[in-house]
């Protein structure tokens, strides 16, 4: 199963990491163009490295992250360890206050046959080869994928927790999240770590364009190196993993927007929908994600004028011609794409992918801003994926279509990199 490995990180100097806060950054496909255009303003922060900028934004990461070694604004740690990373978060409406454990590390790359690293998304190839030709000028990984494991016995969590009570940094970072990194250096404990992950498969949760950037580059230096041995730097991937078991892993829904649609007419649009589904007018749109949470087969649909909740009648689901196993046509997204993406709107599963006419937002607020507005013309509003559904699509071998989950929150870039 999954081999895992320490390994000496590279980390912002003893001076700047006093300021920590200033150096981290959002992910590439989180990341708002203003929040970007703040954190550039600083010459230091990762995500000259992470989202590089400018024509030549690849060579640009690469001269910049040169520079940082050679001026020593980041260096290299002295012996390998395995970084022990903590999100402290609340979410909104609750008071409990949750903590997301893990352990960022190196992991084997391994292709998806082998049946060892799941996905559970579809990615798209222009942010792969991006991802691909990052990796090639600056031959380091900038910020961790997210995987998950399954131990129901919770072994790793008490050399975690005492790791915790050394942190090395801690921010709070953008999402209002407080994240606390900690190492741990002892062979014996990141031997015992080591085997337990060598009986596990692990599932992507956040990342995949990253993980999938790391297999094609991967693959071009077998190709390029006569004497590949399989121990070189670039089989490895870095991955920060957190268990599946614990009741703080929080995924929260992505809610799809309509676009673009060449004469968009809502009353044709909803007649479609009276053979298939049961249709109930929202006077007040404010609260359509509380109105359908947890609701089998149930959206939200939102208008500029108007609002509906709509429910797939059970015996229409038997329609569904997708040749997918029968757990992934009960999935609520499978019904959401095949039923009204598909049949009422017009876009047809296989162009969904890539389609400019579909956008992606988790911001249920945002989405009626932007349905009011005008910049949409259609809000199709979802209920969360478990992570039981997640589990069940990588079983299958199957995927969902992409910007399916929203693991929350989100890694940040910045505590650690890793040099191929």
């Not at 980041?74 to 360890?81: G, M, N, T, V």
């Amino acid at each position: 199963m999954a081999e895992i490995n320490p390994f000496r990180a590279w980390r912002y100097n003893e001076t700047l990491m006093k300021n920590i806060s200033d150096l981290t950054s959002p992910l590439f496909d989180v990341a708002s163009e203003k929040q970007k255009a703040a954190l550039y303003g600083n010459p230091f922060n990762s995500i000259h490295l992470s989202i590089p900028c400018g024509e030549r934004p690849s060579e640009n990461a690469a001269r910049i992250l040169q520079q940082w070694r050679d001026e020593g604004r980041i260096q290299h740690d002295s012996e390998p360890a395995v970084y022990v990373y903590y999100q402290y978060f609340r979410l909104p409406g609750d008071p409990k206050q949750y903590c997301r454990k893990g352990f960022i590390c190196k992991i084997r790359i391994y292709d998806w046959d082998e049946n060892v690293i799941l996905r559970h998304e579809n990615t798209m190839p222009r942010s792969v080869n991006e991802q691909v030709a990052l990796l090639a000028a600056t031959r380091l990984n900038v910020s961790p994928t997210h995987g998950l494991y399954t131990d129901k016995n919770f072994e790793l969590e008490t050399d975690m927790d005492q790791s915790m009570q050394r942190p090395i940094c801690q921010t709070e970072s953008y999402q209002g999240t407080c994240d606390v990194l900690s190492v741990i250096r002892a062979p014996r404990i990141i031997e015992h770590f080591v085997n337990l992950m060598a009986h596990k498969q692990v599932i992507i949760a956040d990342g995949h364009h990253r993980y999938a950037g790391s297999l094609a580059y991967m693959k071009q230096q077998r190709a390029a190196n006569p004497a590949h041995t399989g121990q070189e730097r670039y089989n490895y991937h870095l991955m920060w993993l957190t268990n599946t078991e614990t009741e703080d892993l929080r995924i929260l829904p992505t809610h799809r927007l309509i676009k673009g649609i060449e004469k968009f007419d809502e009353t044709a649009i909803m007649q479609k929908f009276d053979r298939h589904f049961t249709v109930k007018p929202v006077p007040n749109p404010d609260h359509m994600d509380e109105i359908i949470a947890g609701k089998k087969w149930t959206f939200g649909l939102i208008f500029q004028d108007n609002a509906y909740q709509v429910s797939l009648k059970p015996e229409a689901h038997r329609e569904m011609e997708w040749n997918f196993p029968d757990n992934i046509k009960a999935l609520d997204l499978t019904v959401l794409h095949y039923f009204i993406i598909q049949k009422i709107i017009g876009i047809t599963g296989k162009d969904q992918s890539d389609s400019d006419r579909i956008e992606f937002e988790r911001s249920f607020a945002a989405c009626l801003t932007k349905v009011i507005r005008g910049a949409c013309q259609l809000a199709l509003i979802t209920n969360e994926v478990s992570i039981g559904d997640v589990k069940t699509v990588c079983r299958s071998g199957c995927t969902l279509p992409q910007k399916s989950t929203y693991f929350w929150p989100k890694v940040i870039c910045g505590f650690v990199f890793s040099s191929l």
